[in-house]
Every structure is written in C-alpha cells, then in structure tokens.
C-alpha cells in the first residue's frame, strides 16, 4: 500500500482519486472548493479543503511523505503552476500534472515533472482506436510505435488454426493465450481457435493493422 496525494478534485482527480483507494492505496485529496471535497470526503483517505498554492499548506498536509502526487488542477494554470513548483521545493520526484493548454504543457515540462496528462485528449485517442479496431479492448503503447494488444477472438475466427491466422504476420509476439480460466503462455501452432477466445499479441503499430483485418 502506497500514499497518494490529488490535488483538484474535480472529475477528473475525483476519479484517480477514488481508483487509487480501490487499488488499496491511501489517498489524500485536497481541493480548494468545499462542495468537491464534502462529496469525496466518505471515498477516501483523507480530504481537505486547501489552497494548494500555499506551500506551508501542503507541508502541514505531510505531502512530501507521498510515493507521488497527481495535480488535477486544470482550469487555473497559475494554480497548477504554483502548486507544481511547491511540490518541487518540497522535493517531491513523481509529479503528474494535467495540462489544459499547449502553453500549460510547455510550462509544465519546461518544470521538469514525471508526467503531462492530457486526459480529454488520451480519452479520444482511445475511443478513436477501439472505434476503428473494436476487436481490440485493451491495449498498451510501447516506444518506437509498438504496442501490447489484447484481442477477442469473434465468430468469424472461430475454428481457424492459430498458425494460419499468424502467418503473415510471423513478427508479432503472441504473449498470452486465454480460454476461459485457462492462461497458457506458449501456444502450440496447431491450436484451434474458439469464439471468446482472448489473445494478447506485440508487434509494430503496422503489423498490428495489417492482422487487424482478419478479425473483422
Ligand atoms: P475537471 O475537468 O477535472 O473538472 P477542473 O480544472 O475544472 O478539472 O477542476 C480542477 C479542480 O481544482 C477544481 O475542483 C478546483 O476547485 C480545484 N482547484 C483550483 N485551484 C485550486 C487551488 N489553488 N487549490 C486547490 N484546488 C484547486
């Protein structure tokens, strides 16, 4: 178990928030507005009402005992300005910061912090990729434009041998194989596929599109 902190409690940390104590990590919220931290008051740890621009006020709070802190303060980009140089001063190393604005972000980045999230943007860059490839549910980007996809093997793959399904596609990984509560993690080629089966491959953003075919 973990400390976090989330500061602006919005909807955007409320719910960071409210994920990290059900993950089991102790969360911390502060927000400058009563009405958020009422509401979030009985979900988690311990929230507060401060300004978060006032350092006395986040070292009081303890805040550099944190594993990493997470500035939801969008809007305000004094505010989240401030704050991150505070938390800096205070010596903390993992900050994440969301940025609302491209200025917001050179600034943000130009202070050195571990992290830039821009959520509605990450948002629609998923919705975006599951609109296209709706056969893939989760997915994870690596560098150099790779990625972990996982896959659900629909009707029309149903019966295909898995290695004729790979063929032309021999530089992507296949990590895991699932049915049901079977996880096998070395296929055999011969293997017969079944809808609902769940496979989580690696491979070069092209390759991946090219496959990505198969499963429509
Ligand atoms: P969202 O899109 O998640 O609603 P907002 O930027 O609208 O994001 O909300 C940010 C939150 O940050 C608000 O709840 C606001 O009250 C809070 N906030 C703004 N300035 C401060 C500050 N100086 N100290 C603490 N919280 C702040």
């Keep these: 178990m973990a400390q976090f902190a989330v500061i602006g409690l919005g909807s955007f940390g409320a719910t960071i928030a409210t994920e990290l104590v059900g993950l089991n990590h102790d969360v911390i919220g502060i927000d400058s507005n009563k009405k958020y931290v009422e509401s979030i008051a ?3 740890t311990h929230a507060v009402i401060a300004d978060a621009t006032d350092e006395h006020v986040l070292r009081e709070l ?3 005992k944190c594993e990493a802190v997470v500035v939801a303060i969008g809007e305000n980009i004094e505010a989240s300005i401030l704050c991150v140089l505070h938390l800096k001063n205070l010596g903390i190393e993992k900050i994440w910061a969301k940025a609302k604005s491209k200025p917001h972000h050179m600034i943000l980045s130009h202070l050195g912090i571990s992290k830039i999230i821009h959520p509605e943007e990450d948002m629609g860059v998923r919705i975006a990729q599951s609109l296209s490839y709706p056969m893939v549910s989760r997915y994870m ?3 150099d434009n790779r990625f972990i996809v996982k896959v659900e093997i629909k009707q029309a793959l149903h019966g295909e041998r898995f290695s004729h399904l790979m063929e032309r596609a021999l530089d992507i990984k296949t990590l895991i194989h699932k049915r049901g509560k079977d996880i096998s993690f070395s296929l055999d080629p011969n293997l017969i596929l079944q809808q609902g089966d769940i496979l989580v491959i690696e491979g070069e ?4 599109r090219r496959l990505s075919a198969r499963f429509k």
């Design 205 to 208: 953003i092209e390759s991946l």
């Design 62 to 64: 303890n805040i550099q």
């Design 42 to 44: 009985d979900h988690i």
């Design 141 to 143: 980007a690596l560098e």
